[in-house]
């Protein structure tokens, strides 16, 4: 890129962060991808391939392969499956917006 794209990249990324909207849309992916990590992170720690994970929560390869890829958001019975079969324990936390929440209106 050259110094013209990345001002005008700049200007665009300044423009879009300014609407509050957008701002919630990213914090949205932000805590997928949190999710999606636990999971990775999880299975990993576990030693266990996508198929054997699968196989101990009655799901399939590929539906772990979705959840871990953020193309599908698993329900917090899936999540709490996931901990148990790799030996650990789900934490969901509501955190007050001056810690890290985002703001909505817009």
């Known amino acids: ?3 013209d794209q990345l ?4 200007r ?11 701002r919630a849309f990213l914090a949205d992916r ?6 999606v990590a636990g999971i990775v992170a999880a299975r990993k720690a ?3 391939s996508q198929a054997a994970l699968a196989a101990r929560i009655g799901s399939t390869q590929s539906a772990v ?6 193309r599908a958001s698993p329900r ?3 999540l709490r499956r996931i901990a148990r ?7 969901v936390e509501f955190l007050p917006e001056e810690l890290g929440g985002y703001d909505m209106a817009g």
Do not use: C, I, Q, Y
Not at 65 to 70: F, I, L, N, V, Y
């Open 1 to 3: 890129m050259d110094a």
């Open 7 to 10: 001002a005008e990249f700049a």
């Open 12 to 22: 665009m990324r300044d423009e879009m962060m300014a609407d509050p909207r957008f």
């Open 30 to 35: 932000d805590e997928e991808m949190a999710v």
């Open 46 to 48: 576990a030693g266990l």
């Open 65 to 70: 392969a979705r959840m871990e890829a953020g």
């Open 76 to 78: 917090l019975d899936t």
């Open 85 to 91: 079969a790799t030996g650990h324990r789900l934490w």
